[in-house]
């Protein structure tokens, strides 16, 4: 049986099962990748609550994991060469866990180049720019009178969703018929800007075609859906 004292995130987040994957996360767009991905390749794991709100990923329990305080983050008890391994940042937990499997990228160069190239196009662009839409539209920033900010993040999340429209047109995945980790990384956050951001109108969402039916495809799917819900809000 592993042995994962040596991680201080266990003494505030004890383990009942060493042997399975640790999640350190909360239901966001961010934190959702990994666990519908971890759904949807099988993978035993043990989910641990982080209440963003409460700021616990400031803690210096989490922040022994995450230097940054962010979620989510795993430990993976069976980590390269049977040694367990820490991990942060959504994008590289998709990564390892999409090449530790085989599974959910491309088996060819080309076609994992392709997916990791979509990949980093939701962490630099599609994640940052409907974020901060959220803050100046739903949240605290729609105090603020001058709208120029959130003109600016609007503008450029319709932008996006027209790449992504683009993209997807002729396609039912972003890289055609082989849903990866491409998909798993922006599903989320499509879904958040219409739905807890409150955006739809906003972005002119309905104007879409690829984009929506693509996403009613992956909220169809039953890992997806498990995902979502993962770990439980508490």
Do not use: C
């Not at 729609?142 to 969703?161: A, N, T, V, W």
């Not at 995945?173 to 807890?196: E, P, Q, S």
Request: net charge negative.
């Amino acid at each position: 049986m592993p042995d994962l004292s040596a991680f201080p995130i266990t003494a505030r987040w004890p383990t009942r099962h060493p042997d399975r994957i640790q999640l350190y996360s909360f239901p966001t767009p961010n934190g959702v990748k990994v666990s519908i991905a971890l759904e949807e390749l099988g993978l035993p794991y043990e989910a641990h609550t982080v209440q963003i709100g409460k700021n616990e990923t400031w803690n210096p329990e989490f922040l022994s994991l995450n230097p940054n305080g962010k979620i989510p983050a795993i430990i993976d008890p069976d980590g390269p060469g049977g040694q367990p391994l820490a991990l942060f940042e959504s994008g590289a937990i998709l990564l390892y866990l999409a090449e530790k499997t085989g599974r959910l990228i491309p088996a060819d160069p080309a076609g994992r180049t392709e997916t990791t190239q979509w990949l980093f196009f939701q962490m630099a662009a599609v994640g940052p720019m409907f974020g901060q839409l959220g803050y100046f539209h739903k949240f605290a920033g729609r105090e603020i009178e001058d709208k120029r900010p959130l003109h600016r993040y609007r503008d450029e999340s319709k932008r996006l969703l027209g790449v992504l429209e683009t993209r997807l047109t002729g396609r039912d995945w972003i890289m055609g018929a082989d849903y990866t980790i491409a998909d798993i990384a922006m599903l989320g956050w499509v879904r958040n800007l219409i739905g807890f951001y409150e955006a739809r109108e906003l972005v002119e969402y309905d104007a879409l075609a690829a984009v929506p039916a693509w996403l009613e495809r992956g909220l169809a799917r039953p890992a997806v859906q498990r995902g979502l819900e993962i770990p439980p809000r508490g």
